[in-house]
């Protein structure tokens, strides 16, 4: 059985947003914030989950992930803000 795969959005100490996908959200936050996550975030930490999205693929989260990062902040901040509605 395939585990659900999540892309997050996750909200970094500069107010900076940053897009990726995991089977295991808890367990992602806590890699990020100990540090060992993506480059991008170490040197922004802590950060704090504003969003998430779950699929029933990988290929799906991808696929999400990859339309996400394309969107303009703007953009990310109204999805972010439509799912806590």
């Not at 480059?39 to 704090?48: F, G, I, N």
């Not at 029933?56 to 990859?66: F, I, M, N």
Request: net charge positive; hydrophobic share 35%.
């Amino acid at each position: 059985m395939m585990d659900i795969a999540y892309v997050y959005i996750v909200k970094c100490s500069d107010d900076t947003l940053y897009t990726g996908w995991t089977i295991n959200i808890e367990a992602r936050l806590k890699v990020h914030n100990s540090g060992q996550g993506a480059k991008y975030t170490r040197s922004r930490l802590p950060v704090a989950l504003v969003h998430w999205e779950g699929f029933g693929t990988k290929s799906e989260a991808l696929k999400r992930e990859a339309f996400i990062k394309k969107l303009k902040r703007k953009q990310k901040l109204k999805l972010i803000d439509d799912k806590n509605k």
